[in-house]
Each structure stands twice: as structure tokens, then as C-alpha cells.
């Protein structure tokens, strides 16, 4: 699956300028790749703890008497239709793997070393531009486009003025075209992912499968947990059982992490197209970007580290930690 984020934008800057310093470039995109598999990490997670709990339930279930009750039409049970919440949910995952192939096309565009490469580059982009749209449409319940008619013909145009000759100037003022265009759509997809983030239910819902997933998982251990146990498989148990309750603790610090991760992805790649814009291909301010999305990246399973930094901290009945700043 690729996990490739807005950042690869950055590498473009290398063809933009020979005296780009490669390891500023290097390290603005790996950071903003970590973080962004971040993202996808959590909505995968949403995924996974929602069929785990359906695994647990079963097992939980169908057990002793019971067992041979566990039956192929009672597995088909798992697969659920998927809901328009559901949808909305996958939406939100795939226009983050849109944002993603929207920033390869332009490493791609950047590297061409021939018209066939440039065409490749091109139908990515054409790609990822279609695909943000339809996950936006999605997410918000509207016909109407992010990139329309008009901005596919303006990308169109910067490309087929590249010609068949590559000359890198002619491919600059492409790719800043493209990204000084592109970047207010780009803001408004991730400030959907994040509005989605916040409201589609996803950390209740990881919450309270973990919660479940726990409960079941303590009774299974009581039931173990004889004279006859080993100690060590006790203590190892003990062990296991507190990091599942600690990982439920933390179910919506993991998603506002997310949501600041990708508001992060949307300031950086409104910082590259603003130097972009002025023609600077290094600067402070990328540099102060990427100091940013290192620091973010570093702390990112740190949720000690999101607490101290909030002003106001909240605990539900369950124990599910919130940061509650506005």
C-alpha cells in the first residue's frame, strides 16, 4: 500500500534549482511520509479494532458446547454491508492516499527525462486529482468538484508547455503552476480528513472495541489464572492486559494526534507553494517547516508529550483520555 505523503512535493524543488541542498529536501519529505503513514495507521486501526472485536465476540461465543456452533454461515456474519457512515469512514482514508499520489506525480513530473515520462506523470496526476474529487464528494454528499473542468485544463496546459525537449525551466514553471494552484484544494481535502476525524465517531468507536476486546480478555485470564498457573505467565499476562488498557486510554489522544498530523501535512505544503510562488526553492521558512514535522514525527506515540501541551485535559467514565483545547 502506498504511503507516500504530500512532502514528496518537496523533491520536486530538487529539479527546481541545482543548488537546492538535497538533505533539506530529503529530510522535508521523509518527515512528512512518517507522519502521514501516521494518519493511515489510525484509520487502519479503526478497521482492525472494529473486526477484532467481531474475532473476540465469536470467541468469546462459541466455545465449549458451543463451539460447533462456529459455522461458515455464522463467519459470513463478520462481512457487513458497508453503511454511507462506512463509506464516508473509507473516504477519508482514500483521499489521504489521494493527497499521496498527487505528491508522487509531481516527484515523478519533476524527474522526467523524456515526454513518455512526463505523459506517465501527467495521467498520475490527472489520477490523483479524480480521486480526491470523488472522496470529497464523498465526504461532503455533493456533486459538485474540487478540481474542475477548468483546473484539469490549466495542469494540461503547464504540462504540454514543457514540450518534447526537457528544459528545467520550462518544467519549474510547471510544477509551481501546479502546486500554487493545487494548494487551496489541497487545504480543503485535509481540513475535511480532519473535520471527519473528528466527528465521524472513529476514536469512540476504537475505544470502545478496545473496551470490549479488554473485557473479554480479563475474563478469559480469571478463568486461567489458577493455582496451577505459572507465575511468570501471570506477571507476562499482567503485563499484556495493562498495555490493552492503557492502548484504550489513549483511543482519542491516537486520533487527535492524527488530526494534527494532517493539518501539519496541510501547512507544509501551503509553506512550499507560497516559496514556490516567490521562486525560492530554500529557505527559513521551509526549514522551519521541516524542523516542525521532525519534532511532530519524533513525538508522535509520545501521548504524554500531546498532554503536556494541553491546556485542558478531560477522562470519560472509561478512562478515555481527551485533550480539549479549542
Request: glycine share 4%; proline share 1%.
Amino acid at each position: 500500500m502506498n504511503k507516500t505523503p504530500i512532502a514528496v512535493v518537496g523533491l520536486l524543488l530538487i529539479s527546481g534549482c541545482g543548488s537546492t541542498p538535497t538533505t533539506q529536501i530529503s529530510a522535508f519529505a521523509n518527515s512528512t511520509k512518517a507522519i502521514t503513514e501516521n494518519v493511515d495507521a489510525v484509520i487502519d486501526e479503526y478497521n482492525n479494532t472494529a473486526l477484532d472485536r467481531e474475532f473476540t465476540s465469536f470467541a468469546a461465543t462459541y466455545k465449549g458446547s458451543h463451539a460447533n456452533q462456529l459455522t461458515a454461515t455464522e463467519l459470513a456474519k463478520i462481512a457487513k454491508p458497508i453503511t454511507s457512515e462506512q463509506k464516508k469512514k473509507f473516504a477519508i482514508y482514500k483521499a489521504n492516499k489521494a493527497l499521496g499520489s498527487y505528491a508522487t506525480s509531481l516527484s515523478l513530473l519533476s524527474s522526467a527525462g523524456s515526454r513518455a515520462d512526463i505523459d506517465l506523470a501527467s495521467a498520475n496526476l490527472y489520477g490523483s486529482m479524480i480521486s480526491i474529487n470523488d472522496q470529497y464528494k464523498t465526504i461532503k454528499e455533493t456533486e459538485k468538484d474540487l478540481f474542475n473542468t477548468e483546473n484539469m485544463a490549466t495542469v494540461s496546459k503547464l504540462i504540454a508547455a514543457i514540450g518534447s525537449v526537457i528544459v528545467e525551466e520550462k518544467r519549474r514553471k510547471a510544477i509551481k503552476g501546479i502546486v500554487v494552484q493545487a494548494n487551496p484544494k489541497i487545504a480543503i481535502i485535509c481540513d475535511e480528513i480532519n473535520s471527519q476525524l473528528k466527528t465521524a465517531g472513529i476514536e469512540d468507536s476504537i475505544s470502545t472495541s478496545r473496551a470490549y476486546i479488554l473485557s473479554e480478555e480479563l475474563q478469559e485470564y480469571w478463568t486461567q489464572a489458577d493455582d496451577k498457573s505459572k507465575f511468570n505467565w501471570r506477571k507476562s499476562e499482567v503485563k499484556r492486559l495493562r498495555e490493552l488498557q492503557q492502548n484504550m486510554f489513549n483511543s482519542k489522544l491516537l486520533v487527535q494526534k492524527s488530526q494534527k498530523a494532517i493539518l501539519a501535512v496541510k501547512g507544509a505544503h501551503d509553506t512550499l507553494a507560497k516559496e514556490l510562488e516567490k521562486n525560492r526553492f530554500t529557505s527559513a521558512s521551509i526549514a522551519a517547516a521541516i524542523g516542525r514535522l521532525k519534532e511532530l514525527d519524533k513525538h508522535y506515540d509520545d501521548f504524554e508529550d500531546l498532554l503536556l501541551s494541553c491546556k485542558k485535559i478531560s477522562k470519560n467514565d472509561k478512562g478515555v483520555l481527551s485533550c480539549d483545547d479549542k
